[in-house]
C-alpha cells in the first residue's frame, strides 16, 4: 500500500543508482504500457500535452508533463532539462525526474530520476507500434547507438520474438559496441550503408540524437515497411509520403514535431493514434504494401505507470532513501 512508500513528513528519494539491477521484464514493461495507453480511453487517465521552452539558438530544452494513469491510480509530474541538446558546445546535460503520487490517498509515492525510465518507456512504445503495423516482421534497423538506441532492440526481440536480423546504424564506437550488447544471445549487424539496410528492413527505429549526420528517406524503404520516429534518423518526407500514419497522440504530434513540418509549415493528417489502435479501434496500416510512419511522442501517462511499477519493485527491494521533506 501507499503508506509504505515512505512515512507522513518524509519523501522517498530513487536515484538512478539505487533502480540499478532490479528486475525488470521486458515484456512487463510492454504490458504496463500498453494497460497506460488503453486507460486513456477506456479507464479515465488523462494525459495533457507537454509544456515545451526550445530555446531559439538551442542553447537547452525543457520541458513539463502531468498525467494521471487511471490503472494504477498513480499521478505523475516529469520534468526534463537538456543543455547543449545539439551537442554543438561540447557541454551536454541532461536532468530530469518524475514525482508519483498515490491518487487514491494522497500520499506522495517518490521522486525518481527517471534518466532510464524514459527510455525504457518509449523503447516500449516503440515495440508496440512496430508489433501492431508489422506483426510479421522478421527484420529491424535502429538507427542511433544513444540511450534510446540501447533500449530499441531488447524491448522489439521482446513484443515480436520471431525477429531474425538485428542491425544497427552509427558513429560511436562505444554506442555500437553498447547496441551489440543489448540483446542477449542474439548477434546484431553494424551497418555502414544506411540506404541499403533501410530498404531491407521491415522495421526502421529513428532513435538518433540531435546531432545525427545521416537519415533514412521515404523512396529507401521497402513495401510493407514501418519508420517508428522518437528522435532522429528518419527524414521528414517518410512523414509526408507515407502511406498511413499514426502518432501516440494527434495534438502532443503537432507540439513537438516542427522538424517535420514541410516548408509552408504543414503536416500531413494522421490517420490513427495509438491508444485506437492498441484497441482495435483504428487500423495500424490499410494495406499490406503500405509504408507506414509511426511518431512517437512521450507520454507521461506511461511515465506514471511504469514509474509506479518501478517504485513498487524498488520497495520491495529496499532500495532509495525517505528524508524528510514536508
Not at 54 to 61: K, V
Not at 197 to 208: F, Y
Amino acid at each position: 500500500m501507499s503508506q509504505g512508500y515512505a512515512p507522513p513528513g518524509k519523501l522517498w528519494l530513487l536515484p538512478q543508482s539505487q533502480q540499478e539491477g532490479l528486475d525488470l521484464d521486458h515484456r512487463q514493461v510492454i504490458e504496463v504500457v500498453e494497460k497506460a495507453y488503453r486507460a486513456l480511453r477506456e479507464g479515465g487517465s488523462n494525459n495533457p500535452v507537454k509544456t515545451i521552452i526550445d530555446d531559439p539558438d538551442h542553447h537547452s530544452l525543457s520541458y513539463s508533463m502531468v498525467a494521471r494513469d487511471a490503472g494504477s491510480g498513480t499521478v505523475c509530474f516529469k520534468a526534463v532539462y537538456e543543455f547543449d541538446p545539439r551537442r554543438t558546445r561540447d557541454s551536454y546535460r541532461f536532468h530530469s525526474f518524475v514525482f508519483l503520487v498515490d491518487d487514491a490517498t494522497g500520499a506522495p509515492i517518490a521522486l525518481m530520476d527517471v534518466v532510464k525510465l524514459g527510455p525504457l518507456r518509449s523503447s516500449a512504445t516503440t515495440a508496440l507500434f512496430a508489433r501492431e503495423a508489422c506483426p510479421d516482421a522478421r527484420s529491424a534497423l535502429v538507427v542511433g547507438t544513444g540511450v534510446q538506441g540501447q533500449a530499441a532492440l531488447p524491448m522489439l526481440v521482446a513484443a515480436l520474438p520471431k525477429l531474425e536480423r538485428l542491425q544497427v546504424f552509427g558513429t560511436y564506437p562505444e554506442g555500437l559496441r553498447a547496441v551489440q550488447d543489448s540483446v542477449d544471445g542474439r548477434e546484431v549487424e553494424i551497418v555502414t550503408d544506411l540506404r541499403e539496410a533501410a530498404g531491407e528492413a521491415d522495421i526502421v527505429i529513428g532513435a538518433a540524437g540531435l546531432s545525427a549526420t545521416q537519415e533514412v528517406r521515404r523512396d529507401w524503404m521497402k513495401p510493407g515497411s514501418v519508420a517508428v520516429l522518437l528522435g532522429y534518423g528518419v527524414h521528414a518526407d517518410v512523414c509526408h509520403g507515407a502511406d498511413h500514419r499514426i502518432a501516440t497522440d494527434t495534438v502532443q504530434m503537432h507540439a513537438t514535431c516542427d522538424d517535420l513540418r514541410g516548408e509552408d509549415g504543414s503536416l500531413p493528417s494522421v490517420d490513427a493514434q495509438l491508444p485506437d489502435v492498441l484497441l482495435g479501434r483504428a487500423p495500424a496500416r490499410r494495406h499490406p504494401d503500405d509504408v507506414v510512419f509511426a511518431y512517437n511522442s512521450g507520454m507521461a501517462v506511461t511515465d506514471a505507470a511504469l514509474g509506479r511499477y518501478i517504485a513498487d519493485l524498488a520497495l520491495a527491494s529496499e532500495r532509495g532513501e525517505k528524508v524528510d521533506f514536508w
